[in-house]
């Protein structure tokens, strides 16, 4: 198995399209989950409203709809580079699987998923740490990983910026304990569920394709980067997830693909 990614069109001659250091963000759901966007309203979105050079489709339980975002995404020849991911659930809480091929089951002990996603060349990061309004890797979970004798059970980075009231809260709390404790690259995600969010939060770089983003965290120089959202847009963002959640649990027991 190898991992996936659609490299952008003009590969290896790229400069960051907004100049600077790259960014990347790498934590974005879309209608295969819990979001309220097609994978194609997300690419164009990234395309003309966004200076990102790397982004992820992250749903939650499932790859498809990021596979059909790489489909969409070679023939188009966007400018930014796309990486095939997932939210998965384990029995911890959530971890970002990025650079997968094949769907990592739901619901296992973290140490099995972070070796799943680590035997078919994938990166294992700790989606929004700590926060309590949302299933999430608690201190104990993250410092056991950490301490774990096996490599394939450890996480390659831990996402110290997500603009949602999730990840706002306990923001020092976490900052702390990667500072003191685990010392994992730091990264920044949108975790956007409606267009409006991606790109909000996002990490900074060496480089400008998804090579650079993967080569940076194994470096351990990447920086969080952007802004937590207003109580107003958590508020509008929520109302329009709790419809999106409704119809996310019928497509669940009756996958067909995107739905409206």
Do not use: C
Request: hydrophobic share 40%; aromatic share 6%; charged share 20%.
């Amino acid at each position: 198995m190898t991992a996936t990614v659609s490299p952008a069109r003009g590969e290896g001659a790229r400069a960051p399209r907004g100049g600077g250091r790259g960014k990347a963000d790498m934590h974005l759901h879309s209608l295969y989950s819990d979001g309220t966007a097609s994978v194609q309203e997300i690419l164009d979105w990234v395309e003309d409203r966004t200076d990102l050079d790397v982004v992820a489709i992250t749903d939650h339980e499932r790859i498809d709809g990021a596979l059909r975002a790489l489909e969409l995404h070679a023939r188009r020849g966007y400018s930014f580079d796309l990486v095939v991911g997932e939210e998965i659930t384990t029995r911890r809480g959530h971890v970002l699987a990025l650079f997968i091929a094949e769907r990592v089951p739901a619901l296992r002990p973290l140490p099995e998923t972070l070796a799943a996603v680590h035997a078919q060349g994938g990166l294992a990061i700790a989606a929004h740490p700590l926060a309590p309004l949302t299933p999430s890797l608690g201190a104990r979970s993250l410092r056991a990983a950490h301490h774990a004798e096996r490599p394939e059970h450890h996480l390659d980075g831990i996402e110290l910026m997500n603009p949602s009231a999730a990840g706002r809260s306990r923001a020092a709390a976490r900052e702390r304990l990667n500072a003191t404790v685990l010392h994992l690259p730091a990264v920044g995600n949108s975790d956007a569920h409606v267009l409006q969010a991606v790109g909000t939060a996002w990490t900074w770089f060496d480089g400008a394709d998804a090579a650079g983003y993967r080569a940076a965290l194994a470096a351990g120089s990447t920086e969080p980067g952007g802004d937590y959202w207003t109580n107003w847009h958590n508020v509008t963002v929520y109302g329009r997830q709790l419809v999106a959640k409704g119809k996310h649990l019928r497509h669940t027991l009756r996958p067909t693909g995107e739905w409206r």
